[in-house]
């Protein structure tokens, strides 16, 4: 089941929840709706799913105009972060609810619901659990559960809606390999919305990161790291450090040290940042001549095999030019042979980063 949707614009009251919205998800894909709150995220995918009306704009099911169909007649599937389980029944009776409700003319028979559902149960690895109670669950459990019940009614569609959002960081991890490998075999196309980084980068096949109500960039995981359109994408997308300066005729000028942009070679003079990650950037000990951004290491966080320098800029260093604080990532091996200690002066010079022109006020 292939997704088309065209122009789609929501308004809630007088704020706007998205704008001119244009995107295809092909069937089969796992693709991850990426943004802060508020950015329009949800609103996307309860559009797609019926809950909401799009103010203008389409909806097409593999070609198909669905924006008029009604929720119950659009084959969806929903999982929601709070698992939304009936208390009252058993693990086996809420994933067979949905088989259960559905028309006298289109429902299985009950032989049939009681191999769907142990189907089911064995395919999220709970089979064991069938006679219990959501109160006797783990949260990972329940939410496995959860999909299991939206799964029974063979949506031709799937919706995540923060999915591991209530979990703690071990279990969401399980549950992003466990949701991939079980993607992996069943195919579905399914849509999930997140504001985790890692979680989109990892799970899906092609990331949608949203801003303000419009898509700010669409592309693979390894694309939108590697190849960010904007300076959103690049700051959401992981650590990040900002640096302001000039760019030059295919140089950006920054204190102490100059990077080349042959992207900007025709910029005059011109405002300009670049953003940084931290483990782009080189750091060494100060010494006399050193070409780079002279800065104090204010603390050092040593966890496994990374070390992850805090550093404060010197006040020569004009540090309203950048953020007060800058983040380096360097190897523990590194940081220990090199034997850095808290209030020491380093330098610090970018091996690379991704340089932005600042707009122009008309």
Same mark, same amino acid.
């Given at each position: 089941?292939?997704?088309?949707?065209?122009?789609?614009?929501?308004?809630?009251?007088?704020?706007?929840?998205?704008?001119?919205?244009?995107?295809?998800?092909?069937?089969?894909?796992?693709?991850?709706?990426?943004?802060?709150?508020?950015?329009?995220?949800?609103?996307?995918?309860?559009?797609?799913?019926?809950?909401?009306?799009? %103010?203008?704009?389409?909806?097409?099911?593999?070609?198909?105009?669905?924006?008029?169909?009604? &929720? $119950?007649? $659009? !084959?969806?599937?929903?999982?929601?972060?709070? #698992?939304?389980?009936? $208390?009252?029944?058993?693990?086996?009776? !809420? &994933?067979?609810?949905?088989?259960?409700?559905?028309?006298?003319?289109?429902?299985?028979?009950?032989?049939?619901?009681?191999?769907?559902?142990?189907?089911?149960?064995?395919?999220?690895?709970?089979?064991?659990?069938?006679?219990?109670?959501?109160?006797?669950?783990?949260?990972?459990?329940?939410?496995?559960?959860?999909?299991?019940?939206?799964?029974?009614?063979?949506?031709? &569609?799937?919706?995540?809606?923060?999915?591991?959002?209530?979990?703690?960081?071990?279990? /969401?991890?399980?549950? =992003?390999?466990?949701? =991939? /490998?079980?993607?992996?075999?069943?195919?579905?196309?399914?849509?999930?919305?997140?504001?985790?980084?890692?979680?989109?980068?990892?799970?899906?096949? /092609?990331?949608?990161?949203?801003?303000?109500?419009?898509?700010?960039?669409?592309?693979?995981?390894?694309?939108?790291?590697?190849?960010?359109?904007?300076?959103?994408? #690049?700051?959401?997308?992981? %650590?990040?450090?900002?640096?302001?300066?000039?760019?030059?005729?295919?140089?950006?000028?920054?204190?102490?040290?100059?990077?080349?942009?042959?992207?900007?070679?025709?910029?005059?003079?011109?405002?300009?940042?670049? #953003?940084?990650?931290?483990? %782009?950037?080189?750091?060494?000990?100060?010494?006399?001549?050193?070409?780079?951004?002279?800065?104090?290491?204010?603390?050092?966080?040593?966890?496994?095999?990374?070390?992850?320098?805090?550093?404060?800029?010197?006040?020569? !260093?004009?540090?309203?030019?950048?953020?007060?604080?800058?983040?380096?990532?360097?190897?523990?091996?590194?940081?220990?042979?090199?034997?850095?200690?808290?209030?020491?002066?380093?330098?610090?010079?970018?091996?690379?980063? =991704?340089?932005?022109?600042?707009?122009?006020?008309?």
């Amino acid at each position: 089941m292939s997704i088309e949707i065209r122009n789609v614009n929501k308004h809630f009251g007088t704020f706007q929840a998205l704008r001119d919205v244009n995107l295809d998800i092909a069937s089969g894909e796992l693709l991850a709706l990426l943004g802060p709150s508020g950015c329009g995220k949800t609103t996307l995918l309860r559009i797609i799913a019926g809950l909401e009306t799009p %103010d203008t704009g389409s909806i097409h099911f593999s070609g198909e105009d669905t924006t008029d169909v009604h &929720v $119950r007649e $659009r !084959n969806v599937g929903f999982v929601f972060q709070h #698992y939304a389980l009936f $208390r009252h029944m058993s693990v086996f009776e !809420n &994933v067979a609810f949905g088989l259960r409700v559905k028309p006298r003319d289109q429902r299985p028979s009950e032989t049939q619901i009681k191999q769907k559902v142990t189907d089911l149960l064995k395919l999220v690895q709970l089979d064991w659990l069938g006679d219990r109670y959501p109160s006797q669950l783990s949260g990972g459990q329940r939410q496995r559960i959860a999909l299991a019940r939206a799964l029974a009614v063979e949506p031709q &569609v799937l919706l995540l809606d923060e999915p591991f959002g209530a979990l703690d960081a071990k279990v /969401r991890k399980e549950l =992003r390999r466990w949701l =991939r /490998r079980l993607h992996d075999e069943l195919h579905v196309t399914s849509i999930f919305v997140t504001h985790d980084q890692e979680e989109a980068l990892e799970v899906a096949d /092609r990331v949608v990161l949203m801003n303000k109500g419009v898509v700010e960039q669409s592309g693979s995981p390894q694309d939108v790291w590697d190849h960010p359109a904007s300076p959103f994408v #690049y700051g959401f997308l992981g %650590d990040v450090n900002l640096f302001h300066g000039r760019a030059h005729e295919g140089l950006l000028h920054l204190d102490g040290v100059s990077i080349d942009t042959p992207e900007h070679a025709g910029a005059q003079n011109a405002q300009a940042f670049a #953003y940084v990650r931290p483990h %782009d950037l080189d750091v060494q000990r100060h010494t006399l001549g050193a070409s780079g951004i002279v800065a104090t290491l204010s603390r050092a966080i040593v966890v496994g095999p990374i070390a992850r320098l805090e550093l404060l800029p010197m006040e020569n !260093n004009h540090p309203a030019d950048h953020d007060p604080l800058i983040e380096a990532q360097i190897p523990a091996q590194q940081f220990r042979e090199l034997g850095f200690k808290e209030g020491e002066m380093l330098v610090v010079s970018p091996r690379k980063a =991704r340089v932005f022109l600042q707009p122009q006020n008309n």
